[in-house]
């Protein structure tokens, strides 16, 4: 008995002590709609205690278009329970290729700032945070999707941008069509061929803006390569013509391959108005993380845009993580596909600390 009271005693006692150290979190399901009512995407909501807000923010999280549930590999969960800890309520949300079951490549960067829209739409719509600042939080393409938002919308109080592209999407997607040969510094025959082929691809992407006449002239492309007997056993083999279209035409005619290829920065981040903060690995294995931060700053010098902030981080590579030596990606273990990910939390109080100088 005397045993039982002294337990109870030492509860209360802890929960006393420890209260303000064990933040009060309140975490709910939160849906709405995207795509004119036409698909519902189910989300999370963190929201932390009333005692802990000091101004009443709340940020909303867009994933790249590549199917992922609302935690993003533990990225965004580990994200909202670090803002809610500083009193900063968040939403993060599946997106719509992972409640479609379809993959990434029939999503693009727009359909994702759509679903951001709609997710300001519906926390706008929520009386408890009618007067709420809410920003946005996208990491690689979902970046983009941040900033083509954030380009039309004047009521997005903030953005946060994590590694996403700052140079026009032909470069982009030649630098990492090319990284395998530039980082294994081949310079064969072959691999001239290989880029000169990339950008005839690139330039065809460019130039047409139907899908229809993109495949057309795509298959027209490969065609002519195909019929050049001595390209065709070193670039493809034993496939056949129709092998090579099929292949051609799954990567580079998808809609999110073309949207990316064509995706230029400058339309966007120059009607940017909001305060914005970029961070980029400086051991980024997916893109050349100074031509995309030098991109964006050139953008905000030119249009001399003053409330912006651009973080280039040692040792941090593109799924920000604590990383001393730099591997391509494709020498390296995705953090799509690691289940033991741990992110540089230090990155997450550079961001916080940001955030509580907006006014």
Same mark, same amino acid.
């Given at each position: 008995?005397?045993?039982?009271?002294?337990?109870?005693?030492?509860?209360?006692?802890?929960?006393?002590?420890?209260?303000?150290?064990?933040?009060?979190?309140?975490?709910?399901?939160?849906?709405?709609?995207?795509?004119?009512?036409? =698909? %519902? @995407?189910?989300? #999370?909501?963190?929201?932390?205690?009333?005692?802990? *807000?000091?101004? !009443?923010?709340?940020? $909303?999280?867009?994933?790249?278009?590549?199917?992922?549930?609302?935690?993003?590999?533990?990225?965004?969960?580990?994200?909202?329970?670090?803002?809610?800890?500083?009193?900063?309520?968040?939403?993060?949300?599946?997106?719509?290729?992972?409640?479609?079951?379809?993959?990434?490549?029939?999503?693009?960067?727009?359909?994702?700032?759509?679903?951001?829209?709609?997710?300001?739409?519906?926390?706008?719509?929520?009386?408890?945070?009618?007067?709420?600042?809410?920003?946005?939080?996208?990491?690689?393409?979902?970046?983009?999707?941040?900033?083509?938002?954030?380009?039309?919308?004047?009521?997005?109080?903030?953005?946060?941008?994590?590694?996403?592209?700052?140079?026009?999407?032909?470069?982009?997607?030649?630098?990492?069509?090319?990284?395998?040969?530039?980082? =294994? %510094? @081949?310079?064969? #025959?072959?691999?001239?061929?290989?880029?000169?082929? *990339?950008?005839? !691809?690139?330039?065809? $992407?460019?130039?047409?803006?139907?899908?229809?006449?993109?495949?057309?002239?795509?298959?027209?492309?490969?065609?002519?390569?195909?019929?050049?007997?001595?390209?065709?056993?070193?670039?493809?083999?034993?496939?056949?013509?129709?092998?090579?279209?099929?292949?051609?035409?799954?990567?580079?005619?998808?809609?999110?391959?073309?949207?990316?290829?064509?995706?230029?920065?400058?339309?966007?981040?120059?009607?940017?108005?909001?305060?914005?903060?970029?961070?980029?690995?400086?051991?980024?294995?997916?893109?050349?993380?100074?031509?995309?931060?030098?991109?964006?700053?050139?953008?905000?010098?030119?249009?001399?845009?003053?409330?912006?902030?651009?973080?280039?981080?040692?040792?941090?590579?593109?799924?920000?993580?604590?990383?001393?030596?730099?591997?391509?990606?494709?020498?390296?273990?995705?953090?799509?596909?690691?289940?033991?990910?741990?992110?540089?939390?230090?990155?997450?109080?550079?961001?916080?600390?940001?955030?509580?100088?907006?006014?």
């Amino acid at each position: 008995m005397i045993r039982n009271i002294i337990f109870c005693f030492f509860l209360i006692y802890a929960e006393f002590c420890f209260a303000d150290s064990i933040p009060n979190i309140q975490v709910e399901n939160f849906s709405f709609y995207v795509d004119s009512g036409n =698909l %519902k @995407l189910n989300g #999370i909501l963190c929201i932390p205690s009333s005692s802990q *807000i000091s101004e !009443k923010k709340v940020v $909303i999280m867009q994933t790249p278009p590549y199917p992922s549930d609302a935690d993003y590999h533990g990225m965004y969960s580990e994200l909202a329970e670090v803002f809610a800890h500083s009193g900063i309520a968040s939403l993060r949300f599946e997106n719509r290729a992972k409640n479609l079951n379809i993959s990434g490549e029939e999503v693009t960067m727009y359909n994702q700032a759509d679903d951001l829209h709609d997710a300001f739409l519906s926390l706008k719509r929520d009386r408890r945070f009618a007067t709420y600042k809410i920003g946005l939080l996208g990491h690689s393409e979902g970046g983009s999707a941040v900033a083509i938002e954030s380009s039309k919308n004047n009521d997005i109080a903030f953005a946060i941008i994590l590694s996403s592209c700052g140079i026009k999407g032909t470069d982009f997607i030649y630098y990492q069509s090319t990284l395998r040969i530039d980082y =294994l %510094k @081949l310079h064969s #025959i072959q691999d001239k061929w290989i880029r000169k082929e *990339i950008w005839d !691809k690139i330039r065809i $992407i460019e130039r047409y803006n139907s899908p229809t006449i993109i495949q057309s002239k795509l298959k027209e492309h490969d065609a002519m390569l195909y019929n050049d007997s001595v390209f065709r056993i070193k670039a493809y083999g034993n496939m056949t013509l129709h092998q090579v279209y099929k292949q051609t035409l799954d990567k580079w005619a998808n809609p999110h391959f073309i949207a990316v290829t064509k995706y230029d920065p400058k339309v966007y981040y120059s009607k940017i108005s909001c305060p914005i903060i970029l961070l980029y690995g400086k051991m980024d294995e997916w893109m050349d993380w100074k031509d995309n931060a030098d991109g964006i700053e050139k953008i905000f010098i030119d249009i001399k845009k003053r409330n912006y902030e651009i973080l280039r981080l040692d040792s941090i590579n593109h799924s920000y993580c604590k990383c001393d030596v730099y591997t391509p990606f494709f020498t390296s273990i995705s953090h799509m596909k690691s289940k033991n990910i741990e992110y540089s939390t230090s990155i997450w109080r550079k961001i916080i600390n940001w955030i509580a100088t907006l006014q």
